[in-house]
């Protein structure tokens, strides 16, 4: 199994452009969310889903839009690029709780850059 | 929202001296996780403690979950440089076991160990 996948590894966007960060993953895991990494304010939380058609919005969800039309796919798309949006884009997944423990599987993440 | 105070937000050891960092909670937690992220890396799963008191070991770490399940420590004895890197605590929204899919993280200590 290929885990969690994220494209790309970096993106340098200009303000007002848009774009998209790819997630995938292929453990059938039915949850997935998307976390933003800054310098000292650990992972916060954008949007999650609960299942393919499901979404809700996390901590800091303006500027960014989801969908979920796969269980394997939640991509997370920028409508408008800021410099407040630079920053590490992280991708996760887990599935329901086996013997009581629900980790968090996450992709190696997506350096973006706004200038 | 849900808060987790993490702290120190820094930890410079020596090698082969012992390391603490400290999470805590002013709501009852349903469980808390704790998470590794080696420097230019992505969050990787340690462990979950969900009973309230509850003490774990892996080789050299000891987790604990406080007993009015509201804070909670992690341990390393004698630090090595393979445990460089920032430690996160991270936690469900209050009271609701099962929602590790959205998460409320600390904003994590970075341990460095001088060799």
């Known amino acids: 199994n290929a885990g969690v996948t994220q494209t790309p590894k970096f993106q340098v966007l200009k303000t007002g452009q848009s774009m998209t960060l790819q997630c995938a993953q292929d453990?059938?895991?039915?949850?997935m969310s998307w976390y933003r990494q800054d310098p000292g304010m650990g992972l916060r939380l954008i949007h999650y889903s609960v299942g393919a058609g499901i979404t809700d919005q996390g901590e800091v969800p303006n500027g960014y839009n989801v969908s979920r039309s796969t269980t394997e796919d939640f991509p997370l798309r920028l409508l408008s690029a800021a410099p407040s949006q630079t920053s590490v884009y992280f991708c996760?997944?887990?599935?329901?709780?086996?013997?009581?423990?629900?980790?968090?599987?996450f992709g190696p993440g997506t350096r973006l850059t706004v200038t | 929202g849900q808060q987790v105070m993490q702290i120190p937000q820094y930890q410079h050891v020596q090698e082969g001296e012992d390391f603490t960092t400290y999470c805590n909670s002013s709501?009852?937690?349903?469980?808390i996780q704790w998470y590794k992220q080696r420097p230019g890396g992505h969050p990787v799963f340690l462990i979950q403690l969900v009973k309230s008191g509850e003490v774990k070991k892996q080789k050299r770490l000891t987790f604990q979950f406080g007993e009015a399940k509201k804070n909670s420590s992690l341990h390393i004895t004698a630090t090595q440089t393979t445990d460089v890197g920032t430690y996160f605590c991270?936690?469900?929204?209050?009271?609701?076991?099962?929602?590790?899919?959205?998460?409320?993280f600390g904003k994590g200590t970075l341990l460095t160990v001088n060799p």
């Open positions: 453990m059938n895991h039915e949850y």
């Open positions: 996760a997944s887990s599935n329901t709780p086996s013997g009581g423990v629900s980790e968090q599987y």
């Open positions: 709501t009852t937690l349903s469980n």
């Open positions: 991270a936690a469900p929204p209050g009271g609701s076991g099962g929602s590790n899919y959205k998460l409320t």
